[in-house]
Structures are given as structure tokens and as C-alpha cells.
């Protein structure tokens, strides 16, 4: 397999370019000094320890995927084997940490139209993925589906979170009306964990093929798990090159060198920013493919480092706001913020080498200087240069920016990308002293759903509900 080739690696391998931050660029007051990170050398190095530990207590399940999968990615390709010649359709009910991943890796890998073009599709099916309870959204999808040629994959860790069990209830009483209880079984998967919550329950009474979660690996870390990887097997996406992405980044994230593990070097950069008033954190990809990644990033990056209390309970109320935007697009509407507004951000932009494409810009109406300029010139040049000047307008402004570079967009280097993105946020955790790897403050809202809905066990939280503080109309205009 190419992608096992060291040259081939070595080629693919993303970097990351801290040029920004420092004052050689941007100036005294705003940019970091080499002094500042000498001073964290010995924290980094007691982050990737305590990582390192926890990992061998079994605790970081995520980074244990490039390595144990070999018999999931064999059972994945068959199911999307069989699944080509049956389904026209895979529909992903799930949301969050099960859905966002899904997301990502489809708009990062397979063409951008992908649904509507059936030689794109090389025979498998088409991909929707539903991650909201919006009933409009919902039953528009599902009123265009032919429900005979659709597979629902349903996944849910805790298999109790209640939009996507509803929609999951509302698909199967569909197929089982339009298809035939006795078939409903054919047209579910689910993903789930193991051995607790309710989805797998269901799926064993009812027959259903499952893929598993590992219990020690979180939501917004399960990319790399069936949570993702179904989706991805099943849309042609090589799922062993992923694998082997994250695999390859893992081997980097080791070196203990600050200079040499972007995991460290970013994630002691990015929490220097926090301490120095960069409490807004922009990931701003200049790629449609890579413009979704940014969005499962938004998740990763809030529910893990968005904390009230640290480790020892202290009340830190912590945690960088993560910011999406996309070059060129948002040059149009965030640009003049994050170049002229409060010194509150910092920029990290991706950048990708090679489009795999060559579209060039057409000559024309070389007498009117104010269009006839752009001619003779490509896409591609027009892309970097557009990346390259909004970075030099925000350094020449004193704020805060770096790249991160992709050769191309490929499954390796998303492997990458995902990677380095989860121990970045594993090592910012270390430093902020937080627990990054819970969601209390998601699961407060989950719970008041469920006691207002009847859940047995959630009563206290009913009634919380019920006693909430009263709107004032007056305050209704
Ligand atoms: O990262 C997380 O843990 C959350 O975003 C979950 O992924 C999300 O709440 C969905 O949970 P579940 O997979 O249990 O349905």
C-alpha cells in the first residue's frame, strides 16, 4: 500500500507554521518570545507524560485506534460490500461526536457532489446524515427517501440520547410501515457501545448488525471508530489510509522535543494565547474540502476544554472559544474583525499544497484594467495569494496567526489532521488542569430533557424544570 511507504509518508506528512505568533512577526507586544515557551519546556514535557500514563491506563482510548482496528476495518468493508448492491441511500442518525466526524470525512474526501452524481459514486450509496431534530428538516428527508433502498445507521454511545433515539423510533416505525415489519432488521446498523445503554439492547432484540464504541473513547474522539469510519467505508473512502494517518501522526506526537511534536508546540502556544487574552480561537481552512473539519474541531475543541472546575475543584470557568470561519469566503464577513477588532483571537489557518486540479482563470477584456489583470493566472494562485495577504494584513496588525499544512487532501492526511488535532486538545487539557475528556454541561441539558419527557430516574430534574424562573412578558417585545 502506497501509503505504507516511508518516502510516500514523509511527502504527506502535515506541518505546522508558528511564524505568527512570535514578535519577530508581529511585534513585541502582541507576539510570543522564544523565553515564554522555555519556560513551559517542563510543563509540555509533564502534559505528554501524564498523557502517555494515562493512555497506558487504558483511559485514552482514542490514541490505541490507529493500531487495534485491523478486524473492525475487515468487517466494515465486507458490510459495505453487501450494502452497495442493496441500498441507494445510507441515512446516519446520530449527532454530536456521532455526527460531525461523519461530516467532516465525507466533505474532506468525496467529491462535493457526491449525492447527485452516480459515477462519483462508483455504486455505493448516497450519504445523509441527520443530526438535528428540526421535524421540518427530518420529514423532508425522509418523505424524499425510498425507504425499500434506504439503510439507517444509528449511532449513539450512551444509546439514550434522546434526538437521535427519536429518530431513530420514527425510522423504524417508516420502514416497518412502508417496507414490511418483518424486513426492519435489514435496514439497520447500529453503533454503539458494547455492553451498556439502550441502543444495543434494542439492537439485540431486534437483530440489528452493530459496530461498537469502545467505552474508553469519547464522543468527539470517535471519529476513527465505526462511528465514523461506517460512513466512510460505506461512501468508497479508504478507511485503512485514515487509519494509517493517525497512525503515522501518533509516532510524531511522541517525540518529546517541543520543536518536533506540533501536538505540543501548538497546544502550549494556543493556551500562551488564552493566558494573553486570546480567549477566541479561529480555525479558518482555505479548502471547501477541509471546511467541515473545522466544524467537528468547534466540538472537540468546546466540550473538552470548556470547563467550570479544574482537577483539584477549584472553579477555573476555562476553555478558548472555538471560532469556524472559511478563506476565501469569510475574508468577505470576519476579515476586517479579526484584523481591526479586539486583540481577543487567534487565527489558525490550513492550507492545502495541492488542490489536485488545474483550473485557470480565462483572458479577457485585457482594456479594462480592473478585470483584464486576473487573466493568465489560476485558481490556485488566486487561493494562496488570498491566504498569503490576509495573513500579512493581520501580522502587519499585530495579531496572533499560524498555518497548518496539508500536501493534499487524502485519507492520510486527514488521519493526520484528526490526530494531531485530539492530542493538541488532550496536551491543552494538561496544561489548563482540566479534565478534558467529560461533558457535565451537556449532560445537564440531556437530563432536563429526559425528565420532562418522563424518564425514569430523572424526576429531580422534572421538577427543576418545572420550577424554572417565569419569562417576563414585559421583557417580550
Ligand atoms: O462528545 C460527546 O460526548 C457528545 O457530543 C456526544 O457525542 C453527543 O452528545 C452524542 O452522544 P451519544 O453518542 O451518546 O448519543
Known sequence: MHYDDKAWQEKMRIKLDVNNMFSKMIGQEEGLSQEDLKDYQEQVYKALENIEEAKEAGKLGFME???????????????????????????????????????????????????????????????????????SGLKALLDVLDLEKTLFNVISKSGGTAETMSQFLLARKLVAEEVGAEKVAEHFIATTSKDSGFLIEIAKREGFKTFHIPENVGGRFSVLTPVGLLSAAFTGVDIEALLAGAAYMDQ?????????????????????????????????????KLRDVADWYRQLWAESLGKEVDRTGNKVNVGPTPIKALGVTDQHSQVQLYTEGPFDKVITFIEVEDFGVNLEIPEAYSDLQG???????????????????????????????????????????LGQLFYLLEM????????????????????LGKHYTYGVFGRDGYEAKQKEYENRPEHDDKLII
Open 252 to 288: 510524531i506526537c511522541q517525540q518529546q522535543d517541543l520543536w518536533k511534536n506540533p501536538a505540543l508546540l501548538n497546544g502550549v502556544l494556543q493556551y500562551l494565547a488564552y493566558q494573553n487574552g486570546k480567549s477566541l480561537s479561529v480555525m479558518m481552512p482555505y479548502s471547501d
Open 65 to 135: 485506534l490507529p493500531f487495534v482496528q485491523e478486524e473492525v476495518v475487515k468487517q466494515l468493508k465486507e458490510a459495505a460490500e453487501e450494502a452497495k448492491d442493496k441500498f441507494d441511500n445510507l441515512v446516519i442518525l446520530g449527532i454530536g461526536g456521532s455526527a460531525l466526524g461523519n461530516i467532516a470525512v465525507q466533505t474532506a474526501i468525496n467529491h462535493p457532489h457526491y449525492n447527485l452524481d452516480a459515477e462519483q459514486r462508483n455504486g455505493y450509496p448516497r450519504l445523509f446524515i441527520s443530526d438535528n431534530v428540526d421535524p
Open 371 to 413: 478585470v483584464g489583470y486576473l487573466g493568465n493566472h489560476s485558481f490556485k494562485e488566486l487561493i494562496e495569494t488570498e491566504k498569503n495577504a490576509t495573513e500579512l494584513a493581520l501580522s502587519q496588525k499585530n495579531r496572533m496567526n499560524e498555518t497548518i499544512i496539508l500536501p493534499e487532501v487524502n485519507e492520510f492526511t
Open 424 to 443: 493538541q486538545t488532550a496536551v491543552i487539557g494538561e496544561l489548563f488542569n482540566i479534565n478534558a475528556f467529560n461533558q457535565p454541561g451537556v449532560e
